[in-house]
Structures are given as structure tokens and as C-alpha cells.
């Protein structure tokens, strides 16, 4: 809809509007190439011609993976519009689907089970990539790029004193806590994990919690980053619900409960693109197939560390990243 309004009230609408969507997961940059050189384009990949809409999530590490692709894809030539900063899962895979982005990182766990709607996850991390890559590619045209070593799957935490103080190792004896009435089994999770299939309802029955545990004091649903000091406070929840490579863990002092009846799938993170994007140039697979073996489980919890915990900005720590492992120039 067109409003009429005055040159000086239009200006100052579009500046909101340019405000909004960039925080929004509106387009907040584009480019051409910035960093020339380095082993991508050593090794003989050139997206010279090609442009591509980058997309990812709005927490620290799907930013940080979403502007390590736009850095890549620039230094072997090609012109980036930058959409990370997607708000939630769902709105990030159906800016896939539609084309609205012509890729974004995921994760095999959220693919398997809440993209293809799976009700059961597989325990083999390679198995569970091969099955999410042929049957997203076979449904819905979307390539999956190989598989990184990291996992960041969820896991249940809390404060190393609590755990120590309370004989607390695994999620059978979080549950044990939960059903025993104890006043300080007080969860916080994020919305999402709420209401998935791969989140809350799943994980309480799984573990047998039969005392009622979807309003406070018991369960408090939170922003996901506010979840970490939270927890770390005991203030309102002695457990979250976090991601086990998130840097804060390590920052705050938290212990993660092991997943001892392997409820959650496995979420290794692949760069998902729309087929017709690969076929454009099938060496923008190359691009992430590269990167990926780099991307361990403490390599990412010191990247997402330095944003989540320190307030790098992730731009710079993807680029940085990339530099001094050689896949871009400086």
C-alpha cells in the first residue's frame, strides 16, 4: 500500500522501513567481491558473473556460518546480498523454499525431523546426513553440502556447583530431580524448543517426567541467548535448554547433562542450496565442501565464544577465521 505523505515524511519512513528490515532479516548488505585470493580460488573455483542471496538465522552462530558464506563466495568472485538475520528455523527454510535466498546453513537434526517431518532421528551421524541430503534433494530440490565434524545439538544444562552439589551427570537424573517435586527443577527453554518434535514434548516423554511441566515456576520460555546467564544465575530456572557448542558454556561455568538416552538427533551443519543455484555453477558446492572439514566442535565454540561472550562482531570473526586458515585473502 502507497501512503501520500510529504517528501520530509517519506524520507522518514523509508529510513524506518530500511531500519526494520535490516533487523528483520531484510537484505542488510550486499557486495561484490571484497577479499581476493586465497585457497578457494587457488584451487580453481571462480563464481565470477554469479550472484547469490545468502541467508541464515538471527543467534551468534548462524550468523557467524552465514557471513563466513558471503566472505567465501566474495573472494572467489561472485555478488553476495547478504540476508542473514532470518528471525527462527521456519522462516529461514521457507525463504529457501520460495527462493527468496538461494542458500543457508542448517543443521541434519532440524532437516531430518522438522523440515522432512521424521519422527525418528539416526544415531550415526554420517547415516543421518546421507538420509536428510537424498531425501531433501528428492522432495524439494535442495542440495546439502558435505557435513561439518561439529555437532551443536541441544543438551540440558546447569551451573557446575548445582550439578556437583546435586549428583547431576545425565538427563535421566535431571528427570529424577523434575519428578521427585523438588521447588529448584526449574527449566528455561526457548519457544521454539517448546513446541518442536525434536525439543520439549519429545524429550519429557522420552525421559518419563510425569509431573506437569509446561508453566512456570516450573518451565520458563526465554530469548535463546538470554538462557545462558539465567541459568548461570539460577534466576529463573536452574537448567536451560543450550546448544553444545556455544562459547558462553565455557564463559559461565555451565555443565552440559549427557544425553544418555540419545533423544536428540545429531546436528552437524551443512550449507543447504536450491538446486537451481547449484546448476548454475555446480563449484559453489566446492566452496563449503572446503570449509567444512575446518568447523569442529572447539573450533566453533572459540568462534561463537568470541561473539557470544566477548561481543565480536561476527562478520569479523568469519572473516578473520577464514583469513588465517587460508581459504581467503586479506
Known amino acids: 500500500m502507497i501512503l501520500r505523505r510529504s517528501s520530509r515524511a517519506a524520507a522518514a519512513t523509508l529510513a524506518v522501513l530500511a531500519f526494520l528490515l535490516a533487523g528483520c532479516g531484510g537484505l542488510s548488505g550486499s557486495g561484490a567481491p571484497q577479499a581476493q585470493g586465497g585457497s578457494l580460488a587457488a584451487s ?10 545468502v ?13 563466513m558464506s558471503v566472505a567465501a563466495l566474495q573472494s ?34 532440524t532437516g531430518w525431523i522438522a ?18 541430503r537424498d ?50 527443577a526449574t527449566t528455561c527453554v526457548e519457544a521454539e524448543f517448546a513446541g518442536r518434535n525434536d525439543g520439549l514434548p519429545g524429550l519429557l ?54 544425553d544418555d538416552r540419545n533423544f536428540f538427533p545429531k546436528y552437524n551443519a551443512s550449507n ?8 548454475r555453477n555446480p563449484k559453489v558446492v566446492d566452496v563449503f565442501n572446503q570449509i567444512a572439514p575446518a568447523l569442529t566442535d572447539q573450533v566453533m565454540l572459540d568462534l561463537n565464544g568470541q561473539i557470544s561472550a566477548q561481543g565480536a562482531d561476527p562478520s569479523q570473526v568469519a572473516t578473520t577465521f577464514l583469513q588465517q586458515r587460508g581459504f581467503i585473502g586479506g
Not at 547478504?82 to 537434526?109: F, H, K, P, V
Not at 522432495?139 to 561439518?148: E, K, L
Not at 525421559?207 to 545462558?228: E, F, N, Q
Open 115 to 132: 523440515n522432512l517431518g521424521n519422527t525418528t532421528p539416526i544415531p550415526d551421524s554420517q547415516q543421518q546426513y546421507v538420509a536428510v
Open 205 to 258: 516423554r522420552a525421559y518419563g517426567v510425569t509431573r506437569p511441566y509446561d508453566a512456570p515456576p516450573a518451565l520458563t520460555v526465554l530469548d535463546t541467548g538470554a538462557i545462558y546467564q539465567a541459568t548461570a544465575n539460577a534466576n529463573p530456572c536452574r537448567f536451560g535448554e543450550v546448544f553444545t557448542t556455544d562459547g558462553r558454556l565455557v564463559t559461565l561455568n555451565l555443565v552440559t547433562l549427557a
Open 55 to 67: 541467508g541464515g538465522q538471527e543467534f551468534d552462530e548462524q550468523l557467524l556460518l552465514c557471513k
Open 44 to 53: 580453481g573455483i571462480n563464481l565470477a558473473g554469479q550472484t547469490y542471496t
Open 272 to 279: 543447504t542450496i536450491r538446486e537451481d543455484a547449484v546448476n
Open 76 to 109: 572467489v568472485g561472485a555478488t553476495v546480498n547478504d540476508r542473514c538475520n532470518i528471525t527462527g528455523s521456519a522462516a529461514a527454510r521457507q525463504a529457501l523454499l520460495s527462493g527468496e535466498i538461494d542458500m543457508g546453513w542448517s543443521y541434519t537434526g
Open 135 to 184: 531425501q531433501d534433494l528428492q522432495r524439494n530440490r535442495i542440495v546439502w553440502t558435505n557435513p561439518t565434524p561439529f555437532n551443536n545439538t541441544y543438551a540440558l544444562a546447569t551451573t557446575r556447583a548445582f550439578a556437583d552439589q546435586n549428583n547431576l551427570r545425565t538427563t535421566s537424573d535431571w528427570a529424577t530431580f523434575v519428578n521427585s517435586g523438588n521447588p529448584q
